[in-house]
């Protein structure tokens, strides 16, 4: 899809921080011009504005897309105040906050609400998008080709599915990014300097998630294929793959207490 409709009508930014911000660099990079971009944001790097980006000016009056990406705990005072005209479609990346919410808002607006996360900010994110009734195929394929351009986009087939996307892929590169953690600190136990413990680790991460993209091989047996009998992934295995102190029950635990925030979050 190209972004004609949006370089014409125009789109607004509401928060543009680490999110927002890793999706306008996307958009700026995929043919969305910087003219027809209005960013609301008290606190946003002015270099946005020497990009051509219109920063904290009034918004256009029926703007193709309206982009919520304040935090959830914001949504109430920033919802008022919304340009939002009679052809807007709204899209939300608020944790927790319901199509529901919005739709009280705005009765019969197209909305869509999405979760990406911040490997967006090189392109490499994950997005899953659900629609409201009033938002149709245009919209979802907007909302598509919007987050397209910083990673993958999933559909999800029932809103309910958004807490636990959130918990998962929303949070998840905070996970991973301890686990690098984690191994380094293990590493300079072991002996190591701190700097070569975090290359050694991050380069770990790094090369097993693009093994793990790289074809259909089931992690399981990308797993088995560094586990040789007898050997030393078998003996660190059975430390994190543990029944009760493992890494299975304590991701659950992880994921099962972020889902609920996200819940709590929508109440
Ligand atoms: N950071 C992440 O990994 C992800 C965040 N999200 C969602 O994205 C949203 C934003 O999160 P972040 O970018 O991490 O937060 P952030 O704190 O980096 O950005 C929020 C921005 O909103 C601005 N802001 C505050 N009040 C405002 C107002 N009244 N009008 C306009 N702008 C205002 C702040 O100045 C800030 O720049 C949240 O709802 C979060 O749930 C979704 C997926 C992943
Ligand atoms: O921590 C949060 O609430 C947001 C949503 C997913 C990632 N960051």
Redesign the pocket.
Known sequence: MDFDEINRRGLVL?????????MLTGWLNSGIAPSSVTV?????DPAWAERGVRLNRQPPDNPAVLV?????Q??G??LSGLPIGPDTLLL??????TLDRYAMAFPGARIVR?????P?AIGRGITAIIGNAAAGRAALEMAEALLSVVGEVVRLSDEAQMDAV?ALS??G??YVFHMIEAMTQAGIAQGLPADLALNLARATVAGAGALAMHDDTPPAALREAVTSPGGTTAAGLAQLMDAKAGLVPLMARTVAAAADRSRE?GR
Request: glycine residues 14%.
């Open positions: 509401i928060g543009c921080g680490r999110m927002g911000g890793a609301s944001d008290p606190n946003a919520l990406a304040v935090k959830p914001m949504i005072d920033v939300s990346v608020a944790a927790g906050v999405a979760m990406p996360n911040t967006a959130t929303g949070s590169p905070a979050l």
